[in-house]
């Protein structure tokens, strides 16, 4: 068999092996593309969400006990500062490869300072003499110079930062006293002189990281505290301290790089760093938490993989039922080559062997173009390639399979549907549909490992698709014969002849691939939305308003300055308090049923608020109880605590304490949660704050609600930090942490934080791909099953036009006979596309999208709409592609003596 036959035959039959070409090229290109893209977005949101949590939270710290050192000439500070080297080369390869910046620490004992400039402003200072090799490039001095070692007996030198040395009136020149605050009473103190003042070069370089902070003195803790501070030293001034006795500290802190951070080896990473905590040298301790963040990554991109792995299957299903049934049109119009072949004496295998030789010819290189295009697709590639060859070796073979399965002698009406099927195609039809039950049953019972391919889960859509579509198959035309009938008695003919022909249409494969194919598009479709309506729900929940105001505790009166700002309609305050332990009555007896978070919230104003800033929050009838109803406040509690309480007898009077007062409540109803408490929270109190009993002393509020249009956030912030100043200075108070600023949220806020980042963009691209293609493969699907039949319908056209039948009657008679089979494959692959994720969703971890809110898929009645639009659509394409068709063909041609019917 020589090429040019070959070549020639393709090209006689050009339209139908482009077809096939095609269909080869896209499968190969998303087999090869389609890995670089998920990786390129998966590093891209790693990188990210690393990039956008604070720096520090990347550091690996190595540090030591306090130790002490003798006068042996030798330096103990430059002795470890040669561990930083040491350190890093025993980390997995993995961390190590990562590490992009390394600092080395030596803190002296902290001991109390004194001095004439600190007693000026009667300051109470505690100070920790700090070697950081390193501060010279990162600093630049603004007075003196950096401290040097000096000799033995001399005051230490130090150096401040320009913060520190203005907030405790510390000067170039001053002189100090630093006394032990672990050492017997009467040690000697060590002198210092402040000999330099700098200001950092970069104030977010990681150098700075160190805690305690070297920029900035940190603050009292309470009254009567001192402020907390640390100056920069030689490190020959700590070895001298250390051979005098004073413990010297050491840590070693390395910094993980974000461009380096490679998103398919994100397991072996977070192995590697577990391996360091647990095989951490002797004497020095690991301080981590860079795996919080990669195993929260870590599992959203396995449920991503997931969810890409189900739409991944679908698509390439339904590409290959679109290879199948092109190579089916393929040999069926050239069926009559392959009878005069064996006609004229050829072999059984002749017209395999030939169908052989063209499909290579023309889906390897399709293959091999469509493999290179992928490679064109930025991102890390794949290890692909064995997956690319198995698809090419079976593409080559759908048209001699499809060759090999052509009957040879002549056939009847293709049309008819027996009312009673062989009994070998009712067992396979039977058994798929039970072993699509089956798929279903164990797939729920076991349960399934996130991330991994799952065999079972990976064929279950498939499956389902297919078991619907022999479903419709077997039950569509039932009530279209029965219409047909009823068309029967009326005028015209074009109702009967569409309703009869369309009872009577063989389009089981082309159907099947259809159902596939919409079904994917509407998995994708539901499951976007029903996480976006729960990313909704968490951002309610975080913030059940327009904007949420949260700080330490504020002014009574804050609420009503809030309502008095442009565009603020509400304000409703909370009192917020974890870790309140559960009493047995008013004298403060434990109740040993450990510690809870106590919610204070005003009922009645928070289903107000709720109301006009529009969010989707049911306020139980428990918090609306009114003041003066008496006995104990009823109260919402978790189930964890209610079980607790009823178990103990006291979920009929108990007492919780909030801000050092004590309220005696009821349960009233137990909830699993309630928006301002985050998924974490599984033992709380809520209490109606109107229902307390009035005393002398409130609670005071620790946030407020606010409802409202176009709010300013930094306004919302001045209101809430001067009310915050308000209440400290009002003598409500006389002790306690000084409060730092207060935070606003707005709900949209909350939704960003809720929806950005991590792998957002990788589901997004999942739902996207998913739904376009689906819905593209489908209409693709459409046009094959009205090609497959285009040449019988032809000749019932021909017949027709010849006895009169318009123009206007036949693409009437077209739409009546296309009608219920477009609308059967779409609607059934909308059903199948609706049911899996109410099968799926519990098994997919799409909580990890929704900040731990479970995602649950229920009704959207845009779904309707859509399937409404997208079989009127599907239908008008079926028309127009049945009347493109119609005008190839002429009179003559399809009504030649012969002809297959």
């Known amino acids: 068999m020589s090429i040019g036959a070959v070549a020639r035959r393709v090209r006689a039959y050009g339209g139908q092996f482009l077809l096939l070409a095609v269909l080869t090229a896209v ?67 993995i961390v190590g490869d990562l590490i992009d910046q390394r600092w080395y620490v030596a803190d002296g004992e902290p001991g109390r300072l004194t001095g004439p400039d600190l007693a000026a402003q009667n300051l109470l200072v505690d100070l920790v003499p700090r070697a950081m090799p390193g ?50 009473a009467g ?47 030689h490190p020959a001034a700590l070895d001298r301290q250390a051979a005098a006795g004073w413990p010297t500290q050491f840590s070693w802190r390395y910094r993980l790089g974000v461009d380096g951070v490679d998103a398919r080896r994100l397991d072996q990473l977070i192995d590697g760093i577990g391996e360091m ?73 002749a017209g395999v062997r030939r169908s052989l030789a063209e499909s290579l010819l023309v889906v390897l290189p399709a293959a091999a173009i469509g493999w290179l295009l992928g490679g064109l697709v930025p991102g890390p590639s794949g290890d692909t390639l064995p997956v690319a060859v198995a698809a090419t070796v079976l593409l080559t073979s759908a048209l001699p399979v499809a060759a090999l399965a052509v009957g040879t002698g002549a056939t009847g009406r293709r049309d008819l549907i027996r009312l009673r099927p062989s009994a070998r195609r009712v067992l396979v039809e039977v058994c798929l549909l039970l072993l699509a039950g089956l798929a279903v049953v164990l797939l ?97 929940r975080s913030v059940p308003a327009d904007a949420l105001i ?47 978070t106590v919610l204070l919230v005003d009922g009645p104003a928070l289903q107000r608020l709720a109301r006009q800033s529009g969010t989707d929050v049911s306020v139980p009838e428990a918090l609306l109880t009114p003041r003066g109803s008496g006995g104990p406040v009823p109260a919402l509690v978790s189930p964890a605590l209610a079980a607790d309480l009823a178990h103990e007898g006291l979920d009929g009077s108990a007492f919780i304490g909030i801000q050092s007062l004590r309220y005696e409540f009821r349960v009233a109803e137990a909830v699993a949660d309630f928006p301002l408490l985050g998924p974490e929270t599984n033992r709380f109190v809520i209490l ?66 809720v929806g950005g980042g991590g792998v957002n963009g990788l589901l997004v691209f999942a739902f996207v791909a998913g739904a376009a293609g689906g819905t593209v493969l489908g209409l693709l699907a459409i046009a094959f099953t009205v090609l497959a039949g285009a040449r019988a319908r032809g000749q019932v056209l021909s017949r027709l036009r010849t006895l009169g039948l318009s123009r206007r009657q036949w693409r009437g008679l077209l739409l009546v006979e296309l009608a219920p089979l477009v609308g059967v494959a779409v609607l059934t692959g909308a059903v199948v596309g609706a049911l899996l994720p109410l099968l799926l969703t519990p098994l997919l971890g799409l909580s990890a999208f929704t900040s731990g809110i479970p995602v649950r898929v229920a009704f959207e009645p845009g779904l309707v709409a859509a399937v409404v639009v997208l079989g009127a659509v599907a239908l008008g394409f079926a028309i127009a592609v049945e009347a493109l068709n119609n005008r190839r063909l002429r009179l003559g041609e399809v009504l030649r003596l012969g002809e297959e019917t």
């Open 27 to 93: 499968v190969t290109l998303l087999i090869s593309g389609v890995p670089r893209a998920v990786n390129r977005l998966a590093e891209q949101g790693l990188r990210e969400q690393l990039a956008a949590a604070p720096p520090a939270q990347r550091d690996l710290t190595y540090s030591t006990e306090p130790l002490t050192a003798a006068n042996n000439g030798t330096s103990l500070v430059e002795a470890q500062q040669r561990e930083l080297a040491t350190l890093q080369s025993r980390m997995p390869p």
């Open 135 to 184: 501060v010279e490039e990162a600093g630049t001095l603004l007075d003196g110079r950096w401290p040097q070692g000096g000799a033995a007996g001399q005051p230490v030198q130090m150096a401040l930062a320009d913060d520190v040395a203005r907030k405790l009136n510390l000067r170039v020149g001053s002189r100090l006293r630093l006394a032990s605050l672990r050492r017997l």
């Open 187 to 233: 040690g000697p103190p060590t002198a210092i002189t402040v000999v330099g003042v700098f200001q950092p070069r970069d104030h977010a370089a990681g150098i700075w990281d160190t805690l305690p902070q070297t920029l900035r003195v940190t603050e009292p803790r309470g009254d009567g505290e001192p402020f907390d501070a640390v100056g920069v030293v």
């Open 277 to 349: 905590s647990r095989t951490a040298p002797e004497g020095r301790n690991l301080v981590q938490g860079v795996d919080v963040p990669l195993r929260a990554f870590a599992a959203a991109l396995a449920s991503a993989r997931t969810i890409l792995a189900i739409v991944g299957v679908g698509v390439l299903a339904t590409l290959a039922g679109l290879v199948v049934l092109a190579a089916t049109l393929a040999v069926r119009r050239r069926r009559h080559e392959f009878v005069l072949l064996r006609a004229r004496g050829g072999a059984a295998g």
């Open 444 to 540: 729920r019972r076991r349960g399934l490992t996130l991330g991994e391919l799952d065999p079972l889960l990976l064929s279950l859509p498939v499956l389902l698709a297919v078991a619907a579509a022999v479903v419709a198959l077997r039950a569509y035309p039932w009530p279209l014969r029965l219409a047909s009938r009823l068309a029967a008695r009326t005028r015209g003919s074009v109702a009967f002849l569409g309703t009869a022909r369309a009872g009577r249409s063989v389009a089981a494969t082309p159907l099947v691939v259809v159902v596939l194919a919409i079904a994917t598009a509407a998995f994708c479709a539901v499951v976007a939305a029903g996480v976006e309506t729960s990313r909704d729900r968490a951002a309610t």
């Open 550 to 596: 949260q700080g330490d505790r504020l002014a009574a009166d804050t609420g009503a300055q809030l309502e008095e700002l442009p565009g603020v309609s509400a304000a409703a305050a909370v009192a917020y308090q974890p870790g309140q332990r559960l009493l047995t009555d008013a004298s403060g007896t434990d109740a040993q049923l450990g510690v809870a």
């Open 688 to 753: 109606p704050w109107q229902a307390l009993p009035e005393r002398s002393n409130a609670p005071a509020p620790t946030g407020f609600l606010v409802a409202g249009d176009d709010l300013d956030t930094e306004t919302l912030r001045r209101v809430g930090d001067e009310g915050q100043s308000r209440f400290q200075n009002s003598g409500t108070v006389t002790g306690g942490e000084r409060p730092l600023g207060v935070e606003v949220l707005t709900w949209e806020q909350a939704r960003r934080q």
